[in-house]
């Protein structure tokens, strides 16, 4: 499965993406500009569509009440809830793995979830290869996996749900992180501001930002990493498992055991990112102003939100030698495009501000109100911004 997402989802396949997320970054700004108090519905109506253009070759949708989107978020949502650890007393006494399923209602749920999101799934696939028989499908990731079908040795059912996952988790992380610009934003006026000064300088205002000026656009990029440093929508990693026998501060930890990294802590080290709670795109730039050369084992990232590939780092970056279902996210190439182009154009058309009580005072927004989804945690802001 690994071998066939990172076909669809490496660095010269994230490439094709590029023209519909330009097209979304437009269309996300015009919502923007058209209903501003609306702007999280439109930041995951982006995030949504973009993803299913992407997995299953859609043309833009208008609303995130979508009846699929909201499905398939319904089923990303149980699974976040269903990775927290002790999320299910079966983790704790694994002895109820023997139960019959008439004693354990967890089991019936989970399998009749599995009946239904694979038929949803299923459908969604068969659509995506009745296209391709009619000779009206788009290039996605659903018809990379139909297309290699031999190549990748993987079932109907398999394929259906890696399509269906990568969906389902890219449109999530991809809308809380936007939440995490729009809290910044907010807070830290001056960062907007140098921004559009290179947006301005760069680009001018005679058209709108494309993917060609991304190597132009440093600060823009700086940004993209500061926002998954400075609050990462997965505060804590996916499960791993030891490789070997290790030690860590007296622990023993055998091999085989579960381990959870922090990658909160991790993001801030104060050994490799001074004033960590300060969000400040510079820590990623050189004195003159080009990105710098990122921290090592950060897989040239500059932070650990994707993920920290096949070692676990510690908070002080020693190893536990591990291995598990989840490296460095697939989707990362396609996540920062989605990203940087949607950042940058709404910088150039808009300016975010705070908004103001009834007395014209501005209202500060809190910098830590979040919505734990899980796994992800999205920003909810109190008080919307105003667009100008």
Not at 181 to 190: K, Q, V
Not at 286 to 297: C, H, K, N, P, W
Not at 355 to 377: M, Y
């Amino acid at each position: 499965m690994r071998r066939a997402a990172h076909e669809g989802f490496n660095v010269r396949a994230s490439t094709s993406y590029q023209p519909l997320q330009e097209k979304e970054s437009a269309l996300l700004v015009s919502h923007m500009l058209q209903d501003p108090n609306g702007w999280d519905d439109h930041l995951k109506r982006s995030a949504a569509s973009t993803v299913l253009s992407a997995v299953y070759g859609w043309l833009p949708i208008d609303s995130s009440a979508d009846s699929l989107v909201g499905r398939i978020n319904e089923m990303m949502h149980r699974v976040v809830q269903a990775c927290l650890p002790g999320a299910f007393l079966v983790e704790i006494f694994p002895s109820m793995l023997y139960l019959p399923d008439w004693m354990a209602t967890w089991k019936r749920k989970g399998k009749d979830f599995f009946r239904k999101d694979t038929a949803m799934f299923e459908e969604l696939l068969d659509d995506v290869r009745n296209k391709m028989n009619s000779g009206s499908s788009t290039p996605c990731f659903a018809a990379t996996l139909l297309e290699g079908e031999k190549k990748f040795m993987l079932n109907n059912q398999e394929a259906a749900w890696l399509a269906g996952t990568m969906f389902g988790a890219g449109a999530e992380t991809t809308a809380a992180a936007l939440s995490v610009f729009m809290l910044a934003m907010t807070l830290y006026p001056d960062v907007m501001h140098c921004a559009q000064a290179q947006l301005d300088a760069v680009i001018g205002r005679g058209r709108l930002p494309t993917f060609d000026d991304r190597p132009n656009l440093p600060y823009i990029e700086a940004m993209v990493k500061e926002i998954l440093r400075w609050r990462p929508v997965g505060p804590v990693g996916l499960p791993r498992r030891s490789m070997q026998d290790d030690w860590y501060k007296g622990y023993f930890i055998p091999k085989g055991t579960i381990v959870v990294y922090n990658t909160w802590a991790m993001n801030r080290d104060p050994k490799y990112f001074p004033d960590y709670d300060e969000f400040r795109p510079e820590r990623y730039l050189d004195s003159s102003g080009q990105l710098a050369e990122a921290i090592s084992d950060t897989h040239s990232l500059g932070h650990f939100t994707y993920g920290t590939g096949r070692r676990y780092l510690r908070p002080t970056f020693t190893y536990i030698h591990v291995k598990g279902f989840a490296r460095i996210c697939m989707g990362k190439d396609v996540a920062n495009q989605a990203l940087f182009i949607d950042i940058a154009t709404l910088l150039w058309a808009v300016n975010i501000e705070k908004a103001r009580d009834k007395n014209g005072e501005h209202i500060i927004p809190s910098r830590t109100d979040c919505l734990d989804e899980g796994l992800v945690v999205y920003v909810t802001l109190s008080h919307v911004q105003r667009f100008c």
